[in-house]
């Protein structure tokens, strides 16, 4: 199977800046969704989990697949509507073949 009819999805990724709070604070910001041209991906889930001590949080393990030269980093998001994942470290570039990231769901 090519590459291209693997990846038979479409995200966005929301690439990372630096703003200012009202604090004078350095926070992440992200572009809003509907500003961001969505490309090809092939988006799945790895793992998922339950964390009860104290709360009762799920947390679901991503992983997506990129074309190669994809412009994505760790602090990235990424939308795949209407869910929002954040990278999880650097993404690797096997060969320079394609672009995969480890992602975690963070809202949708």
């Known amino acids: ?22 604090y004078n604070n350095q926070v992440p910001g992200y572009p809003d969704p509907a500003t961001v041209t969505a490309v090809p991906a092939y988006l ?11 709360r009762n949080t799920q947390i679901g393990d991503w992983q997506v697949i990129l074309e190669a030269g994809t412009l994505i980093s760790g602090g990235d998001r990424v939308f795949y509507a209407p869910m929002t994942f954040e990278v999880v470290g650097p993404p690797r570039r096997p060969k320079d073949r394609y672009v995969q990231a480890t992602l975690r769901h963070v809202s949708g």
């Open 44 to 54: 799945y889930q790895v793992a998922g989990r339950e964390v009860t001590t104290d």
């Open 1 to 22: 199977m090519s590459l291209q009819r693997l990846l038979n999805m479409r995200v966005k990724v929301l690439r990372a800046t630096s703003t200012t709070d009202d």
